[in-house]
């Protein structure tokens, strides 16, 4: 267990993190080896997704190579085709399969994320943001009540007030009077409109043009891993706390192995959580790992569903697959386009707020 400098906060992710996570490399993989053996021999009956990523490549060829060593029981994969996947990803996952002489069931959700996103609503920013915006929309709250919480002296009168006032509305009132929910203000947390610097200011001055929701994730990603990893024992799964954001919150689970029992019995093992990107780099070179033309050709440093407005690199992206994946590129555009014109928009008022600040 590592301990924080005196006057310094540091989260468990990091004091509860386990030695290993300081190793070097090959120690580092090594060490995690022998924790995937020792699960997989106690839960043989195991799942894991398989996106086609990066971090996915890591993690099966990992796994395959611990299953051979020990003479364990392969593994389910699958992969989600959620109506808008790259080729270059739907390839790989082929040859992927190919490769290690492996079944990696193609799954496909009962709505896809272009019929999540019409009928729903389109992601912005970011879930927590896009969540947040879909309740205040939802729920008909006007931004007005943020100012009106502030303006007050006795805030959790007001705020119990603006609870009775909208019912069944309190998470949406949380995250846009900026508090917590018994009405303490927290303007700093990452659950409210301001999270994003300047994101209240900008909705009230550019008002929202279309629904947000983050719906598409959930019913393309989520509901249909559930269904999938039914009856199974044990799901394993790639999630690496240098990918940030909510990943590299702490959760209530044990942080330190990476695994966990949830409720229902069932068992959790994330081996990559302490895994950096330069423990990667030297696993895709020693091992002499391919990973998708998406990286390799197309020049993405990330993947996960194309397109995704949720990425601050979507955009960006995308101009990579263009010459590549024409049609795609332009489904991209039909998809998320509003979301992506919008955040264009926000990113350039916050850069003017920025520099009117450092003007002051």
């Known amino acids: 267990m590592k301990t924080a400098k005196e006057g310094e906060y540091r989260s468990k992710v990091y004091t509860d993190r386990p030695a290993y996570a300081d190793y070097d490399a090959p120690a580092k993989f090594q060490a995690i080896e022998s924790i995937v053996a020792r699960h997989l021999k106690q839960h043989p009956n195991a799942v894991c997704s398989y996106?086609?990523?990066?971090?996915?490549?890591?993690?099966?060829?990992?796994?395959?190579?611990?299953?051979?060593?020990?003479?364990?029981?392969?593994?389910?994969?699958?992969?989600?085709?959620?109506?808008?996947?790259?080729?270059?990803?739907?390839?790989?996952?082929?040859?992927?399969?190919?490769?290690?002489?492996?079944?990696?069931?193609?799954?496909?959700?009962?709505v896809n994320v272009v019929n999540a996103t019409r009928k729903y609503g389109q992601p912005f920013v970011s879930k927590i943001m896009s969540a947040g915006l879909e309740a205040v929309q939802t729920k008909k709250i006007p931004l007005s009540v943020h100012d009106?919480?502030?303006?007050?002296?006795?805030?959790?009168?007001?705020?119990?007030?603006?609870?009775?006032?909208?019912?069944?509305?309190?998470?949406?009132?949380?995250f846009l009077c900026c508090c917590n929910s018994v009405g303490d203000p927290r303007p700093d947390i990452q659950l409210v409109i301001n999270?994003?610097?300047y994101?209240?200011?900008?909705?009230k001055e550019n008002p929202v043009p279309f629904k947000v929701s983050?719906?598409?994730?959930?019913?393309?990603?989520?509901?249909?891993?559930?269904?999938?990893?039914?009856?199974?024992?044990?799901?394993?799964?790639?999630?690496?706390?240098?990918?940030?954001?909510?990943?590299?919150?702490?959760?209530?689970d044990n942080t330190?192995?990476?695994?966990?029992?949830?409720?229902?019995?069932?068992?959790?093992?994330?081996p990559l959580y302490y895994v950096s990107d330069k423990d990667k780099a030297w696993y895709k070179e020693y091992y002499n790992i391919r990973y998708s033309d998406a990286y390799e050709v197309y020049g993405f440093t990330r993947t996960g569903c194309c397109g995704c407005s949720i990425s601050s690199r979507a955009v960006e992206d995308l101009e990579k697959l263009k010459p590549y994946e024409p049609n795609l590129?332009?489904?991209?555009?039909n998809v998320f386009g509003d979301s992506y014109r919008y955040r264009q928009a926000y990113n350039e008022y916050r850069r003017m707020r920025q520099a009117q600040k450092r003007e002051e």
């Not at 009106?148 to 998470?171: I, N």
């Not at 994101?199 to 909705?203: E, P, T, V, W």
């Open 199 to 203: 994101m209240l200011d900008f909705i």
């Open 195 to 197: 999270s994003s610097a």
């Open 329 to 333: 590129y332009k489904a991209a555009w």
């Open 51 to 110: 996106s086609g990523g990066a971090d996915s490549d890591i993690l099966l060829d990992l796994i395959e190579r611990v299953r051979k060593v020990f003479g364990l029981p392969p593994v389910k994969y699958y992969f989600f085709n959620t109506g808008l996947e790259m080729e270059a990803t739907k390839r790989h996952v082929a040859e992927t399969a190919e490769k290690y002489g492996i079944e990696i069931e193609t799954l496909r959700p009962k």
């Open 214 to 252: 983050n719906k598409c994730c959930t019913y393309c990603k989520k509901n249909l891993a559930h269904t999938a990893q039914k009856g199974y024992d044990m799901v394993i799964t790639g999630e690496r706390r240098d990918e940030g954001g909510m990943r590299s919150v702490p959760r209530s």
């Open 256 to 270: 330190s192995l990476c695994f966990t029992e949830t409720a229902d019995g069932q068992y959790r093992l994330r």
């Open 148 to 174: 009106e919480y502030w303006a007050a002296e006795d805030k959790h009168a007001k705020f119990a007030e603006l609870v009775e006032r909208y019912p069944h509305s309190k998470s949406a009132l949380t």
